[in-house]
């Protein structure tokens, strides 16, 4: 009789999910692991008759931790299916709001969802393992996390109109301009912030090294991976093409348009969420990662120095391209953070940031289809909006990260649960003395 | 004193709730000095056997953000009331069922049909659907929680203590929740049960754009049609659909103040029982009263036709505690 174990709920994510992991009778062997999204919230149906413009406020409740993507991803599916061209500002103050969501995101995550296990190692007392702790037990680096969160966060608050569900972006730009008064406040603060950054790269560099053995050996699963890249390879989360990367690192770019060529999607009955794959694979060899990593393995270098460096320096040091081992995450989420606060520099400096041309007014409602992609912290988001001729919003098809990510979880589940059972690996990994005990 | 020990449940919830919390920056060392956490999934790693451990009552404020939506909300939230002395729902989801109750509106396609088999990426050629109870060979059960009719709010299936509106509760409300645990953890006193912990007027009061005498207006624009809107007046004479007049204030107003139109994330004010309603007949009082009279039917139609989605406008937040939503609800029963 297997047994099964089931982790009720999986903590530290944002979102309903469980984890089933079943074991032979004799304890020795992993049967099967499963990651599972256990509620939905059918999106894609409530959205039917909405006005398209008003798909934007309504799906970024898909995500309070990253409703940015989700704002400014339909924004683009509508504009597809009009045909609307947006002024050269307006694209730069989109820009500037997703890299200041992607900055605060990736430090919540890499500070509040992912440090306490680092900070205090696995084995902790669970009761210790939050940010709370961080908080008390390290204030200095506890205070600069909080302070950098704040950052990228007001500053989604001044362009976005709210940090959580925004409201600014509208088919044919924007809302509102940025002020300047707000440029000047953030860009006095931005020094600051990349003195932070650099910060936390060395606290990100220090856990690689302390837990070097892990970040080489535990979870190390070669599968596809999923992306978002200019058609030249730079890293690009807001205006890219769809990019896939084979196990071996042969990458293909295709228009958003052609995602129903590259993606499938796949329903387990154990899930409420569907599992995509790369359509020329098949379920379930075709499963792939997206997110950071996924971001990392399917771009040819970054759009910044600092960034690119670090990028360089991390292919490096693992010596693979592409990367597969999992706990390589967290450090392609801070380069990623690193190339966020140098594109918020750039773009802060730019005099156009602050331009009132930021809205076209040739937009004109008609039938069409259109699709719209950006990356999110956490992975690719695919929006595919039709619109009738009133401009009612008539069939939605969305890809979220979630959906990206599930086969790829599972994939690595099992093997990670092999590891530790089949093969005992608790008993053989190194790991540091925990900085805080 | 010692701390509040406090639990925070999550139903159907984008967890924009909980990253509203944690906005609170420095702020949320407050919170520390004032709750013990016994339970938060999104931040913390107990687990639902560590809540049941738990003795009946011995949680002092369980907060439960999300939409009931599945078997598991609503165990989730029967457990919540047994735990803690003191429920309250936080949000708009668990306030009024939120954005997630849009999928109570009466449609003719099942959801399960639409996301399992008929988006168009999918690749689902045996018609697999998630199950509620996967039997295996070994003879063992795996389940899922049940998807249920509808989604509601918090208050359809337990007792609700307070409620904190939003889409997310501004950090401004939340600060009121935090003073609020504060006086109970000093003085053991709480606000009446029942007690709605934000403004208590119309949004308009909050919104500061100065209103005419008498509101009135002639068609209504999409925002990508508006080229200019003056941030001194009110939206509702310059064409932009508002629902300040029946929502409750306390957000800070800050969508009016981008110059775009509140959608009623903080419910209704008090005593208004369907927000939609309200808004709609508002609005049809409003209509150009110095010329009413003087419009012909086309033109009359004309306006109307501006407002082709009168669900996703007026009910955005709230459908799932309207009255309407119960008349379509009968009526798919019957």
């Known amino acids: ?437 | 004193m010692a701390k509040l020990k406090t639990a925070i449940v999550l139903g159907a919830t984008c967890a924009g709730c909980d990253v509203a919390i944690l906005d609170l920056n420095e702020k949320i060392f407050e919170v520390d000095d004032l709750c013990e956490f016994v339970f938060w999934p999104t931040a913390m790693d107990f687990k639902i056997d560590d809540l049941l451990a738990l003795e009946d009552g011995e949680v002092d404020i369980g907060i439960y953000h999300g939409a009931i939506r599945t078997s598991e909300d609503l165990e989730m939230a029967e457990i919540l009331r047994k735990k803690a002395k003191v429920v309250v729902a936080f949000g708009a989801c668990a306030n009024f069922g939120g954005i997630p109750s849009l999928d109570n509106l009466p449609y003719d396609q099942s959801l399960f049909d639409l996301v399992y088999e008929q988006v168009p990426s999918m690749d689902n050629p045996q018609g697999t659907v998630p199950l509620e109870i996967i039997e295996l060979k070994s003879g063992d059960e795996l389940t899922l929680p049940k998807m249920l009719k509808d989604a509601g709010a918090l208050n359809s299936v337990i007792d609700v203590d307070y409620y904190v509106p939003g889409c997310p509760p501004m950090v401004p409300l939340i600060e009121k929740v935090v003073d609020v645990l504060k006086k109970f953890s000093e003085t053991g006193t709480l606000p009446p049960k029942g007690t709605v912990i934000a403004g208590e007027g119309t949004l308009c009061e909050e919104c500061g754009r100065e209103k005419p005498e008498q509101i009135s207006y002639h068609a209504f624009f999409s925002p990508q049609e508006t080229k200019k809107i003056d941030p001194d007046k009110c939206l509702i004479p310059q064409g932009i659909i508002c629902m300040g007049p029946a929502t409750r204030s306390g957000c800070g107003a800050l969508c009016t103040k981008m110059n775009v139109g509140c959608r009623g994330c903080m419910g209704p004010t008090v005593k208004v029982k369907d927000h939609g309603l309200k808004m709609i007949s508002a609005l049809t009082s409003l209509l150009e009263v110095d010329t009413e009279e003087g419009m012909t039917e086309e033109q009359l139609e004309k306006i109307v036709q501006r407002i082709p989605d009168p669900l996703g406008t007026f009910y955005r937040f709230t459908y799932g505690s309207s009255l309407i939503s119960k008349l379509h609800s009968d009526k798919e029963d019957k």
Request: net charge neutral; proline share 6%; hydrophobic share 40%.
């Open chain 1, 1 to 437: 009789m297997p047994k099964i174990y089931e982790v009720e709920p999986v903590t530290r994510l944002e979102g309903h999910g469980g984890l089933i992991l079943k074991v032979s009778d004799d304890g020795k062997k992993v049967l099967d692991a499963q990651f599972n999204v256990t509620t939905t919230r059918f999106f894609e149906k409530f959205v039917e008759g909405r006005f398209m413009e008003h798909v934007p406020r309504i799906t970024p409740r898909i995500c309070g931790i990253c409703p940015i993507p989700h704002h400014i991803a339909p924004t683009k599916a509508v504009e597809d299916a009009w045909n609307v061209k947006i002024p050269p500002a307006a694209f730069k103050v989109r820009e500037l709001l997703l890299q200041a969501k992607q900055y605060s995101s990736h430090l919540l995550h890499f500070y509040a969802l992912a440090a306490p296990d680092f900070i205090y190692g696995p084995f902790a007392d669970p009761a210790k393992r939050n940010v709370v702790s961080i908080l008390k037990d390290l204030p200095a680096e506890g205070k600069m996390a909080l302070e950098m969160m704040e950052y990228g966060q007001a500053l989604c608050a001044a362009i976005g109109g709210k940090s959580v569900h925004p409201i600014v972006s509208i088919p044919g730009g924007l809302k509102n301009p940025f002020s300047e008064e707000h440029r000047d406040f953030f860009l006095k603060d931005w020094e600051r912030q990349v003195e932070y950054t650099k910060k936390t790269v060395e606290i990100a560099l220090k856990v690689v090294t302390d837990y070097w053995d892990v970040v080489a050996n535990v979870g190390v699963v070669p599968t596809w991976y999923l992306g978002v890249a200019k058609e030249d390879g730079t890293h690009d989360i807001h205006d890219g093409m769809l990019s896939i990367c084979n196990p071996e690192g042969k990458i293909k770019r295709y228009k958003p348009q052609k995602y129903l060529e590259v993606i499938g999607e796949h329903v387990t009955s154990h899930n409420y969420g569907t599992h995509t794959f790369i359509k020329e694979v098949g379920y379930p060899e075709g499963v792939y990662q997206t997110g950071p990593l996924g971001m990392i393995n399917v771009a040819e270098r970054m759009n910044t120095p600092l960034a690119d460096a670090a990028l360089k320096e991390m292919r490096d040091k693992i010596g693979t391209n592409p990367i597969h081992n999992v706990f390589a995450f967290h450090w392609a989420r801070i380069i990623e953070t690193v190339a966020a606060i140098e594109n918020i520099g750039n773009l802060l400096k730019d005099p156009d940031i602050v331009s009132t041309d930021i809205k076209t007014m040739d937009v004109e409602p008609i039938a069409g289809r259109g699709v719209g992609m950006v990356e999110a912290p956490r992975g690719t988001l695919i929006y595919d909006l039709t619109s009738d001729e009133k401009g009612i919003c008539r069939k939605a098809n969305l890809l979220v990260a979630t959906n990206h990510n599930l086969g790829g979880i599972d994939k690595l589940v099992t093997h990670v649960a092999k590891q530790i059972i089949e093969q005992d690996a608790l008993k053989s990994i190194k790991l540091p003395d925990p900085w805080v005990k």
